[in-house]
């Protein structure tokens, strides 16, 4: 049976291959109680005892502005850490399946962004994220790099969780209508990252052509302001909200110690062509979400 170790058990993507990853081997999870990523020599030795044949990184620093001030630990965790684990994956001959970001891009493309495009972050997160990938690439381990964007779910720090608390705190909310993406549910990213390892672990023939970046993504594009209204819209318990009234705002007027890319949507089709998966449009995900609960 296949030994898959899982890094980040506890954050959004990570909570969700908890429950998918059995499917597919002996799942090993841990969260951050049990290793620290910037404890590099406990990283390696926890690659060293479990001799794992498949490593699943959904662990990250992921609070975009803070690592405006806090950029070494940001590195440690976003960069240096992957790399670890990937040299150790490539002397046990293991695979990394990773997350990356689409804030490595700089969002002047204007038509969603290939894995090819040149990537230029805007920000000390988005740069550690970009060293994470070199650092995994140049050990030569055979990995799966997935870049995502603006990701949901109703755990954890996110978007849609916040909109739901403040409509219910406030009557106005004023939402950034500039910014162009894709939400995705952490339970699709789950699901797509499952996909692609049972192709790696079945497939032995062609596993090793498929080591690469890949853009992980639902299908179609939207901004905050609209995102924003799609989640009070479809909001199961829209009668506690108090908010009768979302009002599109320009980023130039929400401060934050991190610039965003204005336009940021990966386009799919390498992942979907590689693995068969086929994405719906992003909104069919958030439906999905309040249709089944937690
Ligand atoms: N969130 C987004 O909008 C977004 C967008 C694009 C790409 N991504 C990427 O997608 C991946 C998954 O993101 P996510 O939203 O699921 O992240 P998340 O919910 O913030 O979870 C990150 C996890 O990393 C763990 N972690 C942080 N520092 C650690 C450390 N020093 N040692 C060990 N574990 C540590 C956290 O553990 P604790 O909970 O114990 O602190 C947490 O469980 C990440 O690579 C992220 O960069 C996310």
Known sequence: MTKILLLGKSGQVGWELQKILPLLGELVAVGSAELDLTDFNAVRRLVRE?????????AAYTAVDRAEEEAERAMAINATAPGVLAEEAARIGAWVAHYSTDYIFDGKKGSPYLEEDSPNPLTVYGQSKLAGEKAIRETGAAHLIFRTSWVYGLRGKNFLLSILRLAREKEELGIVDDQIGTPNWCRTLAE????????????????SGLSGIYHLSAAGKTN?????????????????????KLNPIKTDSYPAAARRPL????????FQAAFGFLFKQWDCYLRDLFGEGA
């Open 50 to 58: 479990l001799k794992p044949e498949i490593i699943v990184n959904a």
């Open 192 to 207: 797509a990252t499952a996909c692609a390892i049972e192709c790696i672990n079945c497939n032995p023939a062609i596993k």
């Open 224 to 244: 905050w302001y609209e995102f924003a209204g799609r989640i009070l819209a479809a909001d199961p318990l829209k009668q506690e909200q108090l908010c009768r």
């Open 263 to 270: 336009y940021s949507v990966l386009d799919n089709r390498k």
